[in-house]
Nanobody, 126 residues
Framework: QVQLVESGGGLVQAGGSLRLSCAASGRTFSSYTMGWFRQAPGKEREFVAATTWNSGSTYYAYYTDSVKGRFTISRDNNKNGVSLQMNSLKPEDTAVYYC????????????????WGQGTQVTVSS
């Protein structure tokens, strides 16, 4: 059974930092895209960041424009997981953050396939 389990959410003041982690089990995800999406109250779920393997045995990172320079995604294939370091947090980053993994052929921001975690709440106070 495939599972993605997120951790690290919480309440932080604007300008602060949080680190989200996602631990995957049930299969090997080294050739899959792994990433993060978020959903704020009353809004649709949106892409945040992803890391995807290329044929040269390296990984590319992708970010939505609003988090570039503030968030960093990293991957640990030994632990079958992915992390998201979030710095300089803003109130508009408040959302439930979901870990996702899907076949890389679908594109880094695909939401319609793959595996999902249960989500972790991130709240940034002003």
């Amino acid at each position: 059974q495939v599972q993605l389990v997120e951790s690290g959410g919480g309440l932080v003041q604007a300008g602060g930092s949080l680190r989200l982690s996602c631990a995957a089990s049930g299969r090997t995800f080294s050739s899959y895209t792994m990433g993060w999406f978020r959903q704020a109250p009353g809004k649709e779920r949106e892409f945040v960041a992803a890391t995807t393997w290329n044929s040269g045995s390296t990984y590319y990172a992708y970010y939505t424009d609003s988090v570039k320079g503030r968030f960093t995604i990293s991957r640990d294939n030994n632990k079958n997981g992915v992390s998201l370091q979030m710095n300089s947090l803003k109130p508009e980053d408040t959302a439930v953050y979901y870990c996702n993994s899907h076949p890389r052929e679908l594109g880094y921001a695909d939401q319609s396939h793959g595996y999902w975690g249960q989500g972790t709440q991130v709240t940034v106070s002003s």
